[in-house]
Nanobody, 119 residues
Framework: QVQLVESGGGLVRAGESLRLSCAASGRLFSVIAMGWYREGPGKAREMVARVTRDGRTDYLDSVKGRFSISKDNPWNSVHLEMNSLKPEDTAVYFC?????????????WGQGTQVTVSS
């Protein structure tokens, strides 16, 4: 029971930067990781970046060195700094929260924010 709201998407040219933000609320004490996923045109949803409660990060190979994920403490928001954007980064970006409770793991998702990168 985590609510997520994304913001920061938009239209940019190749080589420019964007900063996405995700505001989280609800049962945050059970969250063990948060991250960003994306769905490009005609493509399956893929993990872009994630961060765990202890601060460890993981990135999609194609965005390593260009994107950076961070979280606020207390855990109320996560951010994705996207630099050197490429047309292939065009997608709807979704915020995700992975929670762990006695009943097992559960995923929460935001509504998504559109990122469009022109050549």
């Amino acid at each position: 029971q985590v609510q997520l709201v994304e913001s920061g998407g938009g239209l940019v040219r190749a080589g420019e930067s964007l900063r996405l933000s995700c505001a989280a609320s609800g049962r945050l004490f059970s969250v063990i990781a948060m991250g960003w996923y994306r769905e490009g045109p005609g493509k399956a949803r893929e993990m872009v970046a994630r961060v765990t409660r202890d601060g460890r990060t993981d990135y999609l190979d194609s965005v390593k060195g260009r994107f950076s994920i961070s979280k606020d403490n207390p855990w109320n928001s996560v951010h994705l700094e996207m630099n050197s954007l490429k047309p292939e980064d065009t997608a709807v970006y979704f915020c995700n929260a992975l929670s762990q409770s006695g009943s097992g793991p559960a995923d929460s998702w935001g509504q998504g924010t559109q990122v469009t990168v022109s050549s």
